[in-house]
């Protein structure tokens, strides 16, 4: 007496199809789950047992088998609780064809059918392989209704499921309209009173993907422009949102009132945060703030004050773009394509290039400071700008002269990442920000007189390969954010003052 339910598991955020098989034979009552269980399935024995006489339906007296295949590979997660239940009710009943059919749902001891983590990557990778019909909680059902071609099918109660897989009910596919947040951005770089030259800056790194190292004393303006940087980066697509939302619901970010991510996230966590915060890892490992920020901005204010242990954690993912994780002889994935915004002060009190005021840092301070703002960490940042103080003239003079709004960066960002869309057609690359060594070779190239510039530029600012390749990148940007489809000299020689020696 066999059953067959289909259901999945999540390593990361990608999840890959599991299927339950009960089986119901002679011996000592008992239910026994194998197959790689952790601790949370094999306590769905304790939860399922009471939810089955709950719901009206006897308890198997044989010995119940659950077996979770492919049993070579670890399952973990509550929504394990629907198919087993599922699995245990069927045996030796009449039921449907369900190849076609999963389901996924953590079920209370009275039969009610709770939330669960992951549903959208759950989902995704039980579409991918050939499920027409998700059986589901209903409070997933809205995140999970963004996907276009497979049938959320919501229940509420463990009963519901049961009398569905056994053909004797029918479940309405959900028709709810995806929820739209129209966002109105209250906050926009017309604001932003001076500060032209380095907006100018951000609006070029935003156009390419490029991260921004900004160090300025305080009360510059620092944090206020890296705020306003979601106000002009393009919508997200389809397929981003989509990988972005199933991000959230795997760290179990979502709720009801916000069941899909629909715009470009910011995440600005504070300087206290572990390595693992940022990220990510722990012993089920989790998505940490690194890709909590996929395909939009990580802003690190007051980069000092991180520990350097969390620093240097960063390297090698902000240049990868994904996160890689091993546990328990198990590698996890997790995406990192970020736009990195750092802001720092140029000293612990912040008054090293203020005329005005007098800097109390000891030497050790800023020996200790710099090794943290100029290590190989601020070497893979693409620009590296000064942010000033706003003189008093600009001050009185507010609202009289020039001022880009978001508006109008945005357009500008929107139109340039449009140009890069098609360069990069097929090849690989997303945008400029993500060039390699060959991509740089193959769509930066340089005629003789930007070449002999860019070879004064290599000795005399004492760049690093990897720094002369960040320089070409931003070069490729504002030619396009020009119009050009040639690099030229005044496109590299914008570019260079983009990437300043800090410690002068």
Same mark, same amino acid.
């Given at each position: ?167 004797? !009910? ?105 390595? %693992? ?45 994904? &996160? ?13 394509? &970020?736009?990195? &915004? ?70 500008? &960002? ?19 920000? %993500? ?40 070069? !490729? ?28």
């Amino acid at each position: 007496m066999l059953t067959k339910i289909k259901t999945a598991t999540l390593m990361g955020v990608d999840g890959y199809p599991v299927t339950v098989e009960t089986d119901l034979h002679n011996g000592m009552p008992g239910l026994n789950i194998v197959g790689l269980a952790d601790m949370t399935i094999r306590e769905s024995c304790q939860r399922i047992k009471p939810a089955i006489m709950n719901c009206g339906f006897r308890f198997p007296r044989e010995r119940v088998t659950v077996n979770l295949v492919p049993a070579g590979k670890p399952k973990e997660g509550s929504h394990f609780d629907l198919p087993i239940a599922l699995g245990i009710m069927m045996l030796g009943q009449e039921n449907k064809e369900l190849n076609d059919t999963a389901f996924l749902g953590e079920v209370s001891l009275d039969g009610t059918i709770n939330p669960i983590r992951g549903a959208l990557p759950l989902a995704i990778c039980l579409r991918t392989a050939g499920v027409k019909n998700l059986v589901l909680p209903a409070a997933n059902a809205c995140e999970a209704a963004i996907l276009k071609d497979i049938n959320i099918l919501p229940v509420s109660r463990l009963m519901e499921a049961a009398e569905y897989a056994m053909g004797t !009910r029918v479940i309405a596919p959900y028709t709810g309209e995806e929820k739209r947040h129209e966002k109105k951005h209250e906050i926009d770089y017309a604001q932003v009173i001076g500060q032209e030259s380095t907006k100018r800056a951000i609006m070029i790194g935003a156009a390419g993907n490029h991260g921004i190292l900004m160090m300025g004393g305080p009360g510059c303006g620092k944090t206020m422009m890296a705020k306003r940087l979601p106000t002009i980066l393009p919508e997200l697509t389809y397929d981003e949102k989509l990988e972005i939302t199933g991000i959230y619901s795997v760290a179990g970010l979502l709720s009801e009132k916000q069941p899909l991510i629909s715009e470009r996230p910011f995440r600005s966590p504070h300087h206290t945060i572990t390595a %693992t915060g940022l990220i990510g890892g722990g012993g089920r490992p989790r998505p940490g703030e690194l890709s909590l920020a996929h395909r939009g901005v990580l802003f690190l204010d007051e980069l000092g004050e991180f520990e350097s242990k969390a620093i240097d954690a960063m390297r090698q993912p902000i240049e990868d773009g994904i &996160v890689h994780i091993t546990r328990n002889f198990q590698d996890v994935i997790f995406p990192a394509q &970020v736009m990195l &915004v750092i802001a720092a002060n140029p000293c612990k009190c912040g008054n090293l290039w203020d005329d005005r005021k007098l800097c109390t840092c000891t030497h050790q301070q800023l020996e200790s400071h710099r090794r943290k703002l100029m290590g190989p960490f601020a070497d893979r940042i693409d620009m590296h700008i000064k942010v000033g103080r706003v003189p008093k003239e600009q001050l009185t003079a507010r609202g009289s002269g020039p001022c880009m709004s978001s508006a109008q960066m945005r357009d500008i &960002v929107s139109a340039a990442r449009e140009v890069q869309r098609l360069r990069y057609a097929g090849t690989g690359y997303t945008d400029n920000g %993500t060039l390699d060594d060959h991509g740089i070779k193959r769509f930066c190239k340089l005629d003789e007189n930007c070449s002999q510039l860019m070879n004064r530029a290599y000795d005399k600012l004492g760049l690093t390969l990897r720094g002369y390749n960040k320089i070409l990148k931003m070069a !490729r940007t504002i030619a396009d954010i020009n119009g050009g489809e040639e690099i030229r000299e005044e496109h590299i020689a914008e570019a260079l003052l983009y990437r300043v020696d800090l410690e002068e």
